[in-house]
Each structure stands twice: as C-alpha cells, then as structure tokens.
C-alpha cells in the first residue's frame, strides 16, 4: 500500500463520520463507557483484594491460641475430659513468656464466668501485647494498666 492508497482511505473513513454523525458520536460513547467500566471494575476487585488480604494478615499468621476448649461453634456440650481440664491461669501464661524463648508476646484473655480481663494485664503504661500479636487496635475502651494487675 501507497501513500496515495493510505490517504485515499483516510478520506473515504472521514467522510463516513461526517456522514453518519450520530453512528460515530454512540460508537465513541459505547467504546468510553466500556474502558470506564474495564477500569472501575479493575479497581474496585483489586482494592477488595488489598481489604482482604489487610484483614487476613491482622489475624497473625504467626499467633497460637491456646484454650481450655476447642475452638469453633458447637451444638453439643463439651466432653467430660474437655471439662475436666484444668482451666488455664494468668501465672501459665506469664510461664511461657518466661521459659519459652522464642516466643515474642504473650497475651492472656480470659472468657468465662467470673472476672473478666483481656489483654496483657501485667504490661507496663497500658502496652499489651496484644496489638503487637493481631494488629489490632483498642476502640472505645482501655488495656490495663501495670498497677490494676490480673484479677484474683
């Protein structure tokens, strides 16, 4: 193909568009609103993706929940053994703070009947470990202080 060639049907594609204006305006249109809806879809699954993927890695991948009763829903009680286990103290965890050394944090809760306290209440200016471990950030409430110490 000549240049002759190439500006002959530059000419001829031109005067198809001015001929048939409102054919070239919606075809312009319809190409705009699918890249435009190509983008925000992109953006939105891949700003989903970041949230999820956020949400996961707050959980800790390297945090270990050590419990009296096995984790999960249940529609039966326990098991006379799992009840029989004796329940696990604030003194436990400040044992394996100590004894265990590669273990970076520690942080007790406590979830049944009786006293409740959550966090690590033996922490010094109302550090915990416990947003150190699950990324996690106190709303509306307070860890507690060294001198407020575990409840008895």
């Not at 419990?67 to 039966?76: D, H, Q």
């Not at 006379?80 to 942080?107: G, H, K, W, Y």
């Not at 007790?108 to 109302?126: K, L």
């Amino acid at each position: 193909m000549n240049i002759f060639e190439i500006k002959e049907s530059m000419l001829m594609a031109m005067a198809a568009i001015r001929a048939h204006k409102m054919r070239a305006f919606l075809t312009v249109l319809g190409v705009l609103v699918g890249v435009t809806t190509v983008i925000a879809m992109v953006s939105i699954i891949t700003g989903l993706n970041k949230s999820m993927a956020e949400q996961i890695e707050s959980l800790g991948s390297n945090v270990i929940y050590v419990t009296k009763f096995e984790i999960g829903i249940r529609f039966e009680r326990p098991s006379e053994e799992e009840r029989n286990r004796p329940s696990i103290t604030f003194e436990d965890a400040m044992a394996v703070q100590e004894l265990c050394p590669s273990v970076d944090a520690v942080s007790p809760e406590n979830r049944g009947p009786g006293p409740q306290f959550c966090g690590e209440t033996a922490s010094t200016d109302g550090h915990s470990s416990l947003t150190a471990m699950a990324s996690s950030k106190v709303m509306g409430s307070r860890f507690l202080s060294s001198s407020e110490g575990p409840p008895n």
